[in-house]
């Protein structure tokens, strides 16, 4: 009995350092997307200020990335038990 609980605590504590280097990551790479489309946007303003707002691309591309990212880090961990339940209905009737 004493080992079957610290083999769940084991998972656990496997699964809450997995989150939260998944936040760290997450965090880096919005970070790093600041900072590179700041500097972006800083050299359109000192070359060609009004003129065709080019970073916009990378700032739109890049950007669906971030979030795409965070609904990996921040979604639900795991399928909730309904999920479950309606793919095993699903199956069944194949």
Do not use: C
Not at 10 to 26: N, P, Q
């Amino acid at each position: 009995m004493a080992n079957e609980t610290s083999t769940g605590a084991t998972g656990l504590r496997e699964m809450a350092i997995g989150r939260l280097r998944k936040r760290r990551e997450f965090v880096q790479h919005l970070t790093v997307y600041a900072v590179i489309n700041l500097a972006l946007v800083l050299i359109w303003l000192m070359t060609t200020p009004g003129g065709f707002f080019w970073p916009m691309f990378p700032l739109i591309g890049w950007g669906v990335g971030i979030v795409f990212h965070a609904i990996d880090v921040f979604g639900p961990a795991q399928p909730t038990e309904q999920k479950i339940e309606r793919e095993m209905r699903r199956l069944a009737h194949r």
